[in-house]
């Protein structure tokens, strides 16, 4: 997704290096948020494109693609997940 920029290029001319560095860095967790959210988005829709054609069963997005950034995370969130079910009582 395109973001306008209101930044121009006299203004990156008076930044100093710490606000330079702060900038660049921002534009980059930009990017790689922008990046990250659209893969994101064409594997929910994979997911339903699955599902449409898969009897009463639900297909975890994990099974559909599994991405580099989801590693440990990903992992720690399922045990916790996992354990309030177990805690409750629910079936998973």
């Known amino acids: 997704m395109q973001q306008a920029s209101y930044w121009s290029i006299p203004d990156y001319y008076d930044l100093t290096l710490r606000e330079f560095s702060i900038a660049i860095k921002a534009k980059a967790d930009r ?5 990250r959210t659209g893969w994101e988005q064409a594997r929910w829709i994979a997911r339903w494109i699955v599902q449409v054609n898969v009897p009463k069963k639900q ?16 992992e720690q969130m399922k045990e916790i997940l996992d354990n309030f079910k177990a805690k409750k009582g629910l079936d998973g």
């Not at 297909?59 to 990903?74: M, Q, V």
């Open 59 to 74: 297909i975890p997005l994990e099974k559909i693609a599994r991405f580099p950034w989801e590693g440990t995370d990903f």
């Open 31 to 35: 990017d790689e948020r922008d990046y």
